[in-house]
C-alpha cells in the first residue's frame, strides 16, 4: 500500500521569503513516480513538479524545486520567493506500480503581504 | 484544445436523486481518471479508463457508482440514489502516457447533496 503524509494542516508566508512544504512517503514499489500539484480555491489541481524514483538530481521547475530524500523518504516542495498567488492548497502526491495517484491530505499556503 | 472540461461546475441535488457528470479529457489523451475529494481530504480514486475500457475500480466506487467512456472520448460519472456522504468535489484527470507529466485535472463538480 502506498501512503503520502503531509504534517503541515497550514502555513503562513511573508511575501518574498521561501517556503518549504513537507512530504514524506511510503511505498514498497521499487519504482515510483512523485507529484506536487496547487490547488486554489477554484478547485483545478495544477501540476507544479515531477521527481521519478531513479532520477538523481532534484527537479526544479522555474521558482519550484523538490528537495528529495530517498533514504528518509522525503519529497519536500520548496518554492523560492513566495508570491501572494502562490496561496493555495498544495497537495504531494505518489504513483505506484499502477496508474492511480495517491494524495496527502494537503498544506494550506497563505502569503503575507 | 483548452485542457479537461468538467460539467457541471456545481450540482445540488436531493437525497434519493440521481445525478451524472461529464468529463471531456484532452482530446489526444488516452487514459482518463476520475477521483472523489472531501472537505479538507486530498482527491481519492475511482476508477479509470484506457480508450473505452475501464481497467480498475476503487472499493469506493459502490454500486451505486458507474462509469463510462463509450468511444473512448468523453466519459461520464452517474451516481444513482444519492445520498448526504456522496457530497464531495468529483475531479476528472487525463493522461497520454502512463504517469510522468501526464496528469491533467478538470476544475471538477461539485456535489451537494440536501
Known amino acids: 500500500a502506498q501512503k503520502i503524509t503531509q504534517t503541515q494542516p497550514g502555513m503562513f508566508v511573508q511575501e518574498k521569503e521561501a517556503v518549504t512544504l513537507d512530504c514524506t512517503y511510503d511505498?514498497?514499489?521499487?519504482?515510483?513516480?512523485l507529484f506536487w500539484y496547487k490547488q486554489p480555491s477554484s478547485g483545478e489541481m495544477i501540476f507544479l513538479i515531477y521527481?521519478?524514483?531513479?532520477?538523481?538530481q532534484n527537479a526544479t521547475e522555474g521558482r519550484y524545486s523538490l528537495n528529495f530524500q530517498k533514504a528518509r523518504k522525503s519529497a519536500n516542495l520548496v518554492i523560492s520567493a513566495s508570491q501572494l498567488g502562490d496561496s493555495a492548497m498544495y497537495f504531494c502526491?505518489?504513483?505506484?506500480?499502477?496508474?492511480?495517484?495517491?494524495f496527502g491530505t494537503g498544506t494550506r499556503l497563505t502569503i503575507i503581504p | 484544445d483548452t485542457g479537461v472540461s468538467q460539467n457541471p461546475r456545481h450540482k445540488i441535488t436531493k437525497r434519493g436523486q440521481n445525478v451524472t457528470f461529464r468529463c471531456d479529457p484532452i482530446?489526444?489523451?488516452?487514459?482518463l481518471y476520475w477521483y472523489r475529494q472531501t472537505l479538507g481530504q486530498g482527491p481519492e480514486f475511482l476508477t479509470y479508463?484506457?480508450?473505452?475500457?475501464?481497467?480498475?475500480k476503487s472499493r469506493l466506487l459502490s454500486d451505486r457508482f458507474s462509469a463510462e467512456r463509450p468511444k473512448g472520448s468523453f466519459s461520464t460519472l452517474e451516481i444513482q440514489r444519492t445520498e448526504q456522504g456522496d457530497s464531495a468535489m468529483y475531479l476528472c484527470?487525463?493522461?497520454?502516457?502512463?504517469?510522468?507529466?501526464?496528469?491533467?485535472f478538470g476544475s471538477g463538480t461539485r456535489l451537494t447533496v440536501v
Open positions: 484527470a487525463s493522461s497520454l502516457v502512463p504517469g510522468f507529466y501526464g496528469y491533467t
Open positions: 511505498t514498497s514499489d521499487p519504482s515510483y513516480g
Open positions: 521527481q521519478g524514483s531513479y532520477d538523481q
Open positions: 502526491a505518489m504513483r505506484g506500480g499502477n496508474e492511480k495517484l495517491t
Open positions: 482530446s489526444e489523451h488516452n487514459r
Open positions: 479508463f484506457q480508450n473505452e475500457a475501464q481497467l480498475e
